[in-house]
Every structure is written in C-alpha cells, then in structure tokens.
C-alpha cells in the first residue's frame, strides 16, 4: 500500500494581510459553484504569472478517476472589473502596481463574496504573493461554495426523520434522493442522474474499529470493504463494491462539528465488474457515543465530469448536525 498522503486542516488564523469586510451589500452574488473570476491583464496571464494561477488553482482535483480542475477559471482583462463578472462569489484582482500588496475583502461588490487583490512592482513579487496565500485563498473559496451548495440544497430537501431516529444526526439531502436500503444501523440514499447515480451512505460502526491511528487507512478499507460486501452488489453474483487496489486512496485529517475525523478520498469498483467511480469517506470519531459515525457520498457517471457531484456530496455531508440524545437528556 503506497504511503497515504496527510495534511493537516487550514483553519487557523486566515490571512496575515489586510482584511476588509463590505456589510452594507445586498446585491447577491451568482454564477456556477467552483468557479473563480480572475481580473488581469492579458500579458500577465499569458506568462508565468497566469502559469502560476493555472497550476494552483486549476490543480487536478485529489481522488477523481480523471483530471479535472479544482476550480473553472475565468480570465478578464482589468478594464473590464466594471461589469457582471463583479456579481461572482470569488474574484481574484492581479495587477502590476508600484506596491507589493496582498488584501483580501469580503462582499466589496456583492453577498456573499470572496475578492483578493494581489499586486505587485515586478511579476516576480506578483508569483511570491501568489505563492504565500494560494493555500489560504483556496481554503476560503472552498468554504464559501460549501455554504452555497449547501443553501441551495436547503431549498428543496427530502425528509430525513428516519436517518435522525437512527443515527440521532440531522443532514441536509437534496430532493432526487430516495432510500435504497434500510438496516439497523445503515441508511443507502441513491439519486438517478441522466448518466448515472449519485448515493450517500450512512452507517455507524465500534470506536474500536479505527483503534489503531498508525494505520487508519487499511482499518478504513477494511471498513469500506466489508460494508459493500454485505450492502452494496452488482446485478450478479461476486460483485461487491470494494476500493480500488491499484491507487491507495488519500487520507486527510480534518474535524466536523468538533469531532476528530478522518477524510479519505479515492475511487471504488465493483469487483468481477466494469462500474467504478470516486468516492469521499468521513469517518467521525462520536467519543460521546462509543462509535465510529461514517458518512460517504460516491458516484457512478462513466466519462463524465465528477467534480462537481463530488462537491455536491461533500457539501452533504459537511451539513451535518449531532443531535442532543434525549435519553441522556431526560435522565439530567
């Protein structure tokens, strides 16, 4: 098994540079989810500053089966700031100025919105400021298309009761959704799309089941593996969904709702098959509750674009709410 890549979460302090917020705004913003308006000129854009923005912003997606773009980039020239492009959630503004500059304001033209300006003397000092702040830039453009995701999800919702009565969580789960599968203390959601489907599962196993942290990335194979092979089969026999041996899957470290959990993202098959496709795993450490809380989103869309049902099913399952047990509640 190949060494898991780790990365630790970036919500820390957010930036070090300047930091403004625009309250008096009430126009709203629009346009499609992970998009970016990046306002510079054409010859900086057709050298190595617009090579720099390209190769960090529209990186290859971890997890997908094939390369997509973390982020759709669209270029303006700067005279062209003035216009419908200002209606964008995320806007990034680089010029060259006779300062170096890096000041990132929320809402300046509109709600909710991310704008960053970067400028700079030379295209070096531009690519040095572009080089400290990508991570946090991409960190904030990421939160912000979560809560719009999830807004618009909150618009046209199924009924989730039964998945509260089990699991005592509350998620928001787009319209489209239907129950697939029913046990005790697993719930398979499954939404049809032209192309294919999209499915959330939501299961809970022992605390003990990911006991041993040094090396969490088998224990979460092992625990994928055995929840398809009960659950999750082709139409004929010997086809249950395992995860894909041939890339080891990358684990993250990040926290929901003040749990530890492990994130994991790679791509699963159905074994003596031909589907596969992209998955995200959380598995959430409830110490309050002895459990390991698991929460997966996947998909099968065969040559077509994933990035964005994957967000989707991220923006799911980050809606996540743990409910007060009222057992314990009533015995205070």
Not at 59 to 78: A, D, K, M, R, W
């Amino acid at each position: 098994m190949k060494k898991a890549l780790f990365l630790l979460p970036l919500f820390s302090v957010f930036f070090t540079a300047c930091i403004k917020n625009q309250e008096t705004n009430t126009e709203k913003t629009s346009g499609n989810i992970n998009t970016i308006s990046v306002i510079i000129d054409d010859q900086l854009w057709n050298g190595e500053v617009g090579d720099s923005i390209r190769n960090k912003f529209a990186s290859p997606v971890i997890g997908l089966p094939q390369e997509e773009p973390l982020f759709t980039i669209n270029q303006y020239p700067v005279k062209l700031l003035e216009g419908y492009m200002t209606n964008t959630r995320n806007i990034m503004v680089v010029k060259k100025e006779n300062k170096n500059n890096f000041e990132f304001i929320e809402n300046e033209y509109a709600t909710p919105q991310n704008v960053f300006h970067i400028s700079g003397k030379t295209s070096i000092a531009i690519l040095d400021q572009i080089q400290a702040h990508a991570p946090d830039i991409i960190d904030r453009m990421r939160q912000t298309e979560i809560i719009e995701s999830q807004r618009l999800i909150d618009t046209s919702k199924i009924d989730t009761k039964k998945i509260q009565q089990k699991f005592n969580v509350a998620l928001v789960v787009p319209k489209g959704y239907h129950y697939v599968l029913e046990r005790k203390k697993f719930v398979w959601l499954k939404k049809e799309i032209t192309s294919g489907n999209t499915s959330i599962l939501i299961y809970q196993v022992p605390i003990k089941t990911l006991k041993s942290i040094s090396n969490v990335t088998n224990s979460i194979i092992r625990m994928r593996d055995s929840i398809g092979n009960l659950y999750i089969h082709g139409t004929t026999p010997n086809t249950q969904m395992v995860t894909e041996d041939s890339y080891a899957p990358y684990l993250f470290h990040t926290n929901i709702k003040g749990n530890k959990t492990f994130e994991t993202k790679g791509t699963w098959e159905l074994k003596n098959d031909y589907m596969s496709g992209p998955f995200i795993n959380y598995a959430i450490i409830d110490r309050a509750n002895k459990r390991v809380l698991v929460l997966e989103g996947f998909c099968y869309d065969p040559s077509k674009e994933k990035r964005d049902l994957m967000f989707e099913l991220e923006a799911i399952i980050k809606s996540v709410v743990f409910l007060k047990d009222k057992s314990k509640k009533q015995k205070q």
